[in-house]
């Protein structure tokens, strides 16, 4: 997690689409959302999110081919503090994890 977001920002997600789409209802929680293709639009009082996604080229590394997600993040009507507080929730059941 990081220590702020700014109201527009990119990220890399190393899943495929199928599993975002599987985790974005419980990131997302209470909040209503529509989804429209490679887009949804959150409500999150006072503002909203959209969020849009595009299948990027897998990563290689030797044998390992790990799947990537580009995903954008537009917020508006929130503040920074209603910024950290929503993504802390949403990096949390996105965090890929292994061991």
């Known amino acids: 997690m990081q220590s702020s977001y700014a109201a527009e920002f990119e990220r890399d997600m190393g899943c495929t689409e199928a599993e975002w789409l599987a985790m974005l209802p419980a990131a997302l929680g209470a909040c209503t959302w529509q989804r429209q293709c490679n887009t949804v639009c959150a409500d ?33 009507g929130l503040d920074a503090g209603q910024r950290h507080a929503f993504m802390k929730r949403f990096d949390l059941y996105t965090q890929r994890g292994g061991g």
């Not at 006072?46 to 990563?59: C, F, I, K, Y």
């Open 44 to 76: 999150i009082p006072p503002g909203t999110l959209t969020l849009s996604w595009a299948v990027l080229p897998d990563r290689v590394i030797a044998l390992v081919r790990l799947p990537r997600l580009g995903v954008r993040f537009v917020f508006a």
